[in-house]
């Protein structure tokens, strides 16, 4: 067992012992080499480096009481990443390579897998980059596809407390037809300063609205957002939105909780008359938000006022981390072990 404080690590990176890696060249995937060097060696002119083109994923192993390592839902992180490397005309990666490298890192370092009833968990990043060199605006001809593993702890150091988000109107983190939906290095760098800012200012995150009217709730920061009142759990839907697969889980628990889920944009005027609201992804599963502060008319609307997270962002969030801690039925066939 690695030498970690477990209960005091933050979302943040720790060394571990091995990362897997494999290159994409002259036409196929290499085969997958077992790493412990935490640098690459990279082309200085390959087209990650100068066009942004990379993409990633992030999704967690979870150490049950009864000692089984449980992933969840990696088979929605495979095809979103194929879905990103499409979209910026990368080489994907295969469903059963991804499994292959994914299990491969994870056994590797079962010493750094949080043990049960810590709250942390093994946050796993695969990222496919273009390590060929190109000159021109052009995609490369070689990737790079790795994936290295850290525990982690809580994303928002409030844990499941509830949170203050901004929301922005001088900053978008995607354009209309841009790459929103995708996991891709450059949504990431256009929102660092918004980020940054809302930070400085003593929010947890950023709440980005539609680039085009400034009218509907985009995303909060780096998740999705939604909304419950009238017993719906509300979502929008949007090209600019990453599709989260915790949002998708949440819509499914909202469901057997006899919620109705309703897809579709939330106008800035709507989040007045939500009951509970709350920000939601891999990093933080959910995070209840207490106050959302728009940043250029003062407005503020407030959830939470006893300062506790309200009752159905409760449950699904004890129900999700149920299911991923092994400690409710896995009805859905959302957790693969290893062995
Ligand atoms: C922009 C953005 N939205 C939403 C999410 C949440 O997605 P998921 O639940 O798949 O982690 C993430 C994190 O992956 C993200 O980076």
Redo the contacts with the bound molecule.
Sequence with gaps: MANIDWKKLTFGYTKTNYNVRTYFRNGSWGSLELSSEETINIHMAATALHYGQEAFE??KAFMGKDGKVRIFRWE??AK?LIRSAEGILMEAVPEELFKKAMIKVVKHNLDFIPPYGTGSSLYIRPLLIGSGPQVGVKPASEFLFIIFVTPVGPYFKEGFNPVDVQIVRDYD?AAPKGTGHL?VGG??AA?MRAGVRAHDEGFASSLFLDAKTKTFID?A????FFGIKDGKYITPESHT???????MSLQSLAMDMGLKVEKRPIAVDELESFTETGA????AVISPIKKIYDRENGKTYEYCKDGKAGPICTKLYKTLQDIQYGDAEDKYGWITFIE
């Design positions: 992030g999704l929605e992180n979103r983190r996991k949504n990431y929102s995303e920061g780096p998740a999705n939105i990453l599709p989260s697969i915790t949002n939601c992804g891999t990093a």
